[in-house]
């Protein structure tokens, strides 16, 4: 199983970005997709995440109402919309796939890891 994880870069607070992750090795509408992310010094934290069919979604509280996930299942593609972005968003922001159709909060609910992305949002 191989995740991508592309759309990040630098953006002013205040803006918007969109990150997608791309899917191969199994069946992508088989399973729960999340986004994590991490800065220096930090653990990777919860982010958003979506179950199989993208019929429930679940979100940080850091993130409620500024962050959308999303996902094409005939595209295996799971997308986050970031907007007002803030200068505390700024992290390496992984997708993870879960290991059944579920969605999690934690990382023990996911079993393959894409490689990361920045997102740096300026002040």
């Known amino acids: 199983v191989q995740l991508q994880a592309f759309g990040g870069g630098l953006v002013q607070a205040g803006g918007s970005l969109r990150l997608h992750c791309a899917a191969s090795g199994r069946t992508f509408s088989n399973y729960g997709m999340g986004w994590f992310r991490q800065t220096p010094g930090k653990e990777r934290e919860f982010v958003a995440a979506?179950?199989?069919?993208?019929?429930?979604?679940f979100y940080a509280g850091s993130v409620k109402g500024r962050f959308t996930i999303s996902r094409d299942n005939a595209k295996n593609t799971v997308y986050l919309q970031m907007n007002s972005l803030k200068p505390e968003d700024t992290a390496v922001y992984y997708c993870a796939t879960a290991g059944n159709s579920y969605y999690y909060t934690t990382e023990r609910g996911y079993d393959y890891w894409g490689q990361g992305t920045q997102v740096t949002v300026s002040s």
């Open positions: 979506i179950n199989w069919s993208g019929g429930k979604t």
